[in-house]
């Protein structure tokens, strides 16, 4: 979809001044067009995506069945721009019957508070935050009793017991517990072993109780983590788990002392991750190792809530 020049000029010149690690702002994708305008007569535009995902799809872990995204161009117009595409929104959602398994969603940067107050206005909420880490390693050794090493295949059942660990918790406050969880998460870790990916187990008297499940991604010219990240390649934080009992130590500090480390002598330009703002231990635990939202992930379920 185009939209015009000076509005795509607008919104870029917009996200260079609220962060300087938001990569150029996007042209919207192709989709259902939502034009709108302020109260003095600008004129901003969005595109909205309609996506089904149909039963056992592994974007469940963390989707709505039925979702509608907002892709909104705003340029400069702040928090009046954002109101008035999402007041388009409301009224195009009233053609809909999403059922409860839905939501609306939006992506936009962290730090630009005045279209927040526009999202909490419509009763959306930062379900989740894509967070960046840029600072050099820190030596955090782990606590007497303690090691830290590669996981590989042998370990998997290991990997995966604290894996769901993670998605049980954070079902708490992120979304519904998906049954079938274990067996779509199953065959990517076992692959991710086999391929002596970036997996990290913290074993106390030989039991495993911590885990750092990472990878590295490629923020490329035109793919879509470019969209997301500066170009370069960085190291993806995907899954951190500490056992109940092992909280509270410093396991998980040296666990990603060790991660962040490697990252670093491997290349990386930085790392990052996504958390969830209401989960009351990633939301401490994250700013604590050096991580900072770049974007938020907005979202209302079910989309009906729309206001």
Same mark, same amino acid.
């Given at each position: 979809?185009?939209?015009?020049?000076?509005?795509?000029?607008?919104?870029?010149?917009?996200?260079?001044?609220?962060?300087?690690?938001?990569?150029?702002?996007?042209?919207?994708?192709?989709?259902?067009?939502?034009?709108?305008?302020?109260?003095?007569?600008?004129?901003?535009?969005?595109?909205?995506?309609?996506?089904? /995902?149909?039963?056992?799809? !592994?974007?469940?872990?963390?989707?709505?069945?039925?979702?509608?995204? #907002?892709f909104p161009c705003t340029g400069g117009t702040g928090t009046a721009g954002m109101d008035a595409l999402l007041r388009a929104w409301r009224h195009r959602m009233d053609r809909e019957s999403p059922g409860p398994d839905s939501?609306?969603?939006?992506?936009?940067?962290?730090?630009?508070?005045?279209?927040?107050?526009? !999202?909490?206005? /419509?009763?959306?909420?930062?379900? +989740?935050?894509?967070?960046?880490?840029?600072?050099?390693?820190?030596? /955090?050794?782990?606590?007497?009793?303690?090691?830290?090493?590669?996981?590989?295949?042998?370990? #998997?059942?290991?990997?995966?017991?604290?894996?769901?660990?993670?998605?049980?918790?954070?079902? #708490?406050?992120?979304?519904?517990?998906?049954?079938?969880?274990?067996?779509?998460?199953?065959?990517?870790?076992?692959?991710?072993?086999?391929?002596?990916?970036?997996?990290?187990?913290?074993?106390?008297?030989?039991?495993?109780?911590?885990?750092?499940?990472? $990878?590295?991604?490629? +923020?490329?010219?035109?793919?879509?983590?470019?969209?997301?990240?500066?170009?370069?390649?960085? $190291?993806?934080?995907?899954?951190?788990?500490? %056992? =109940?009992?092992?909280?509270?130590? %410093?396991?998980?500090?040296?666990?990603?002392?060790?991660?962040?480390? =490697? !990252? /670093?002598?491997?290349?990386?330009?930085?790392?990052? #991750?996504?958390?969830?703002?209401?989960?009351?231990?990633?939301?401490? !635990?994250?700013?604590?190792? $050096?991580?900072?939202?770049?974007?938020?992930?907005?979202?209302?379920?079910?989309? +009906?809530?729309?206001?």
């Amino acid at each position: 979809m185009s939209v015009s020049a000076a509005l795509l000029s607008a919104q870029r010149a917009r996200f260079a001044a609220l962060d300087p690690l938001l990569p150029p702002a996007a042209p919207p994708p192709e989709g259902e067009v939502l034009d709108a305008a302020t109260a003095d007569g600008t004129r901003v535009t969005a595109v909205l995506q309609v996506e089904r /995902h149909v039963l056992g799809a !592994f974007d469940l872990l963390w989707s709505a069945v039925h979702t509608w995204q #907002l892709f909104p161009c705003t340029g400069g117009t702040g928090t009046a721009g954002m109101d008035a595409l999402l007041r388009a929104w409301r009224h195009r959602m009233d053609r809909e019957s999403p059922g409860p398994d839905s939501a609306c969603t939006v992506t936009w940067p962290s730090r630009d508070a005045e279209a927040v107050r526009a !999202f909490l206005d /419509h009763g959306l909420v930062p379900l +989740s935050v894509l967070a960046v880490r840029t600072s050099p390693p820190e030596d /955090h050794p782990p606590p007497p009793g303690v090691t830290i090493r590669r996981a590989g295949p042998e370990d #998997l059942e290991e990997v995966m017991a604290l894996s769901l660990a993670t998605f049980r918790y954070s079902a #708490l406050v992120a979304g519904p517990w998906r049954p079938g969880t274990e067996a779509l998460i199953a065959p990517r870790l076992e692959r991710a072993l086999a391929a002596e990916a970036p997996i990290w187990l913290a074993e106390r008297d030989g039991v495993a109780v911590a885990l750092a499940d990472c $990878g590295w991604i490629e +923020s490329a010219p035109g793919s879509w983590a470019a969209e997301l990240l500066p170009v370069g390649q960085w $190291g993806y934080v995907n899954n951190v788990a500490t %056992g =109940e009992h092992a909280r509270g130590e %410093g396991i998980g500090r040296a666990l990603m002392s060790r991660v962040h480390r =490697e !990252f /670093h002598e491997r290349g990386a330009r930085a790392t990052y #991750l996504y958390f969830n703002p209401a989960n009351p231990l990633s939301s401490v !635990f994250w700013p604590r190792q $050096g991580y900072r939202p770049l974007w938020s992930y907005w979202e209302v379920r079910p989309a +009906s809530a729309l206001r």
